[in-house]
């Protein structure tokens, strides 16, 4: 489960020069450290996920806005074009 180096040594002969309680305090040491730079990550991707859904959620209701005011548009053009026939007939 180790790596074969560490750093640009090989772990054998790491394991020779420091003693087995202190390789394991190594290990833990850099496990622990990863772990808090993992979870740390992990928040602030949730963090920047969240504040992307929330801008989505603004998004849609300006799209909505404006396919509403498209709409109103297109019944203002119609309305202009059929005027002057509607008021023919009556």
């Not at 622990?32 to 504040?51: I, N, P, S, T, V």
């Not at 799209?63 to 026939?85: K, N």
């Amino acid at each position: 489960m180790l790596p074969d180096k560490v750093g640009s040594f090989p772990v054998g002969l790491v394991k020779q020069l420091v003693s087995l309680t202190r390789f394991e305090e190594l290990v833990q040491y850099a496990y622990d450290h990863f772990d808090a730079l993992y979870h740390g990550w992990q928040d602030d991707l949730a963090d920047e996920f969240g504040k992307w859904k929330q801008m989505q959620t603004g998004q849609g209701l300006v799209e909505y806005t404006l396919i509403l005011v498209l709409v109103a548009i297109v019944v203002l053009v119609i309305t202009s074009r059929l005027a002057p026939a509607v008021g023919n007939v009556f």
